[in-house]
């Protein structure tokens, strides 16, 4: 394998666990290459996904993000419209109640709290209008909370209303501290 298969690699792993477009200046960084090889590594995996036939490799407006190819629409629509419109699933019920205990929240930290990548269940969360995702500031992730629909749909007039609120909301921010001092 050569130095960009190996960056194309590593790559589309870094798009596959980040979930969401990712900067190429970003890419370039956590790979430790430079921008120009970025762009290559991203041509060789858009030519080698094109192959695969199930994803493409999106470039716009200076990002790269993992997406279904066209074609397969119809399957991801119906696997989608199963998550939207049925019972909430134990992983978004699992989210859903992290986001609802201590936010805002970006997703790694939730993924550090629940054990596992959130993208999917976030999206789906986001797309029931339970939660929403609020613009990155100073350099920091895009961070999620609870929507106003989500204390309709629960009854709550206030966070604190919601069940052990503050023992569970220290046992998450002691987690959250961790996710911190890792990142330092």
């Known amino acids: 394998m050569d ?7 590593v790559i589309e792993a870094l798009l ?14 956590l790979s430790s290459s430079s ?3 970025v762009q290559r590594a991203v041509q060789k995996l ?15 407006d200076h990002t790269i993000s993992l997406v279904t190819a ?9 696997l989608i419209k199963e998550e939207i419109l049925g019972d ?14 201590h936010h805002p929240l970006s997703r790694p930290e939730i993924d550090y709290i629940r054990g596992v990548n959130s993208s999917f269940t976030l999206r789906n969360l986001m797309a029931r209008g339970l939660v929403e995702r609020m613009e990155a500031r100073h350099g920091r992730s895009h961070t999620y909370q609870p929507t106003v629909e989500f204390m309709k749909y629960l009854g709550l007039s206030s966070f604190s ?4 609120y ?12 961790k996710v911190l001092e890792n990142e330092a």
């Open 70 to 78: 066209p074609h397969l629409a119809p399957y991801v629509e119906k």
């Open 46 to 60: 858009q030519e080698a996904a094109s192959m695969r036939g199930g994803i493409r490799v999106l470039e716009h």
């Open 3 to 9: 130095s960009h298969d190996n960056l194309a690699a």
């Open 35 to 37: 921008a120009a090889e």
């Open 161 to 164: 209303d919601l069940p052990e």
């Open 88 to 101: 909430l699933s134990k992983a978004s019920l699992e989210t859903l109640t992290v986001i609802a205990y």
């Open 16 to 29: 596959f666990v980040a979930g969401e477009p990712i900067p190429i200046d970003k890419l370039a960084e």
């Open 166 to 177: 503050n023992v569970i909301r220290r046992d998450i921010a002691k987690g959250i501290e």
